[in-house]
């Protein structure tokens, strides 16, 4: 299992950026996948997680309604579009997934076995 994140970048506040997953070593018809993300002195949090099963997803609050996750399964690739940037969205952004979790909750709310080795996401004021 391999995961490669990738669009990062430096943004204004209120800006957009797209994150892509590549994925490689499973099929994106089964397990949860999910991203994450880790600001300079914080702990690692989840900020979305999609059941690729059932595209059934999941967000905390303080991205509900700015970040979608997405799949191309043609593509074994792993979208996180993120919409109205904060500076508190600075980041570095991990996608992860677990084989053994079909469920996005259960993803989001454990620690993924899988993860990318992060791009990294600044926006500033």
């Known amino acids: 299992v391999q995961l490669q994140a990738s669009g990062g970048g430096s943004v204004q506040a209120g800006g957009f950026l797209r994150l892509a997953c590549a994925a490689s070593?499973?099929?994106?018809?089964?397990?949860?996948v999910g991203w994450f993300r880790q600001a300079p002195g914080n702990e690692r949090e989840w900020v979305s997680c999609?059941?690729?099963?059932?595209?059934?997803?999941h967000y905390p609050d303080f991205v509900k309604g700015r970040f979608t996750i997405s799949s191309d399964k043609a593509t074994s690739t792993v979208y996180l579009e993120m919409n109205d940037l904060t500076p508190e969205d600075t980041a570095v952004y991990y996608c992860?997934?677990?084989?053994?979790?079909?469920?996005?909750?259960?993803?989001?709310?454990?620690?993924?076995?899988?993860w990318g080795q992060g791009t990294l996401v600044t926006v500033s004021s």
């Open positions: 999609l059941s690729t099963n059932n595209d059934i997803t």
């Open positions: 992860a997934t677990d084989l053994g979790h079909s469920s996005s909750y259960a993803l989001c709310h454990s620690r993924p076995t899988n």
């Open positions: 070593g499973f099929t994106l018809d089964r397990p949860a």
